[in-house]
């Protein structure tokens, strides 16, 4: 019955018996007696023949959506249960942030290699939003809570993120005490593709809200406006655990700490499907372990290396 299936999606997929025939390796009258078997097994009509062409039947058309269902995930069964005999084998597709790609995705990607040599992983790091399905990505880590439809989503932790600059900065412009104050102020930006204006979201009594903020440098790059900040070129929005390093030696300072960005959610996404690659599995067990060891780090960091009144800001947990 089952190569009954495969020939019958097959001659689907060719538009013909005898193609479908040529490419499974059998003749068109093995071909024809299968599809005959499957028909009377089903007990309907799944072709309509004549001399010139042939179509699918409204019942031929809903099993073929079965079908492919069905050997997808047979064949999905086949790989993960071979995958426990042998080495694992193959391409595994991974996108981060450029920042998170660098610290916590590419060490992954080297300890996950090493423990299956057959396996390359191929590493695209990038600001801008990718398509998972549409890019053949098998996982991808991004900051979101929201989960798209056809993904699957598994949290990693909660990353806390502030603004900040650099002491001589300050020293020169000034400390900004409230939200109206930046506007006065450089900010390093963060510009995604296809953003017009840029707006921080800040919590101001209790309530997030979205405030235009103005600077002249801008770039897709976080690393990049930590260098800038770093070199007093203005305030910057940052993930806490990406600047928890220059926080607690003091070369940058909180801002506004009363107005803090709203956390933001780390997660991994992988494409849905009834069985997930023993590979991809893998890959994004150990992807969610080590990220939540690296978030825990950081802000343990941090919290260890900051003054009090930072502590007591709600900016380190």
């Not at 068109?28 to 179509?55: D, K, P, W, Y």
């Not at 930590?226 to 070199?231: N, V």
Request: aromatic content about 6%; proline content about 6%.
């Amino acid at each position: 019955m089952l190569e009954n299936m495969r020939s019958f999606a097959r001659v689907v997929e060719t538009g013909s018996f005898s193609e479908a025939a040529r490419r499974m390796r059998v003749s068109a009258n093995v071909m024809s007696h299968r599809i005959q078997a499957l028909e009377a097994h089903l007990g309907c009509r799944l072709f309509n023949r004549t001399t010139r062409r042939m179509s699918l039947t409204e019942q031929g058309r809903v099993f073929y959506d079965h079908v492919i269902e069905a050997l997808q995930i047979l064949d999905e069964a086949q790989a993960n249960i071979g995958e426990l005999g042998v080495l694992p084998r193959g391409v595994i597709r991974v996108a981060a942030p450029l920042g998170l790609g660098r610290r916590l995705v590419a060490p992954v990607a080297a300890i996950y290699q090493d423990a299956h040599p057959m396996i390359d992983v191929q590493l695209r790091l990038t600001e801008r939003r990718i398509d998972p399905i549409a890019e053949a990505i098998d996982l991808t880590l991004q900051f979101t809570d929201q989960c798209d439809p056809g993904m699957i989503m598994r949290k990693i932790g909660d990353a806390r993120r502030l603004l900040c600059a650099a002491p001589d900065y300050l020293a020169r412009k000034g400390m900004p005490q409230c939200i109206a104050d930046l506007a006065g102020h450089d900010c390093l930006l963060l510009r995604f593709p296809g953003s017009l204006e840029f707006r921080w979201p800040l919590i101001v009594e209790g309530v997030e809200a979205s405030v235009p903020v103005s600077g002249h440098l801008d770039a897709d790059d976080g690393d990049v406006l930590t260098a800038w900040a770093l070199d007093g070129r203005g305030i910057v929005l940052k993930p806490a655990f990406e600047v928890a390093e220059h926080l607690a030696t003091g070369r940058l300072v909180p801002v506004l700490n009363s107005y803090p960005p709203p956390s933001a959610m780390l997660a991994v996404l992988t494409p849905e499907r009834r069985l997930v690659p023993l590979k991809v599995r893998a890959f994004t067990d150990l992807l969610i372990e080590h990220g939540r060891r690296y978030l825990a780090g950081e802000m343990g960091r941090l919290a260890q290396g900051v003054a009090p009144e930072i502590r007591d800001s709600g900016m380190v947990g």
